[in-house]
């Protein structure tokens, strides 16, 4: 099976920053874009950023120029959102999300992590 285990969340003053991480394990043949969604309590889960396997990026417009997604070229396993000036509004549980290829020639499929806490507060 897969396994999408994101790491990194906590309790952070606003204005601070946070940096997630989010690893794929398990049976990954292919990886195709990677991304990070979030969902604040009472609201619907929202994109945050995603990202290609070419490397394109595409942003919410709520944290352009904030948060930078990024993935590690030598994993291709692995995916960051670099989370700056943190607002109070950015507080969510924030989830990793990929399209895996578990073997050759099988369809790629959407694989989430369970998500990991961010709450921005004095």
């Known amino acids: 099976q897969v396994q999408l285990v994101e790491s990194g969340g906590g309790l952070v003053q606003p204005g601070g920053s946070l940096r997630l991480s989010c690893v794929a394990s398990g049976r990954v043949y292919a990886i195709n874009g990677m991304g990070w969604y979030r969902q604040a309590p009472g609201k619907e889960r929202e994109l945050v950023a995603t990202i290609t396997s070419g490397g394109s990026t595409n942003y919410a417009d709520s944290v352009k120029g904030r948060f930078t997604i990024s993935r590690d070229n030598a994993k291709n396993t692995v995916v960051y959102l670099q989370m700056n000036s943190l607002k109070p509004e950015d507080t969510a549980v924030y989830y990793c999300?990929?399209?895996?290829?578990?073997?050759?020639?099988?369809?790629?499929?959407?694989?989430w992590g369970k998500g990991t806490l961010v709450t921005v507060s004095s």
């Open positions: 999300n990929a399209q895996i290829q578990t073997a050759p020639y099988v369809a790629f499929m959407d694989y």
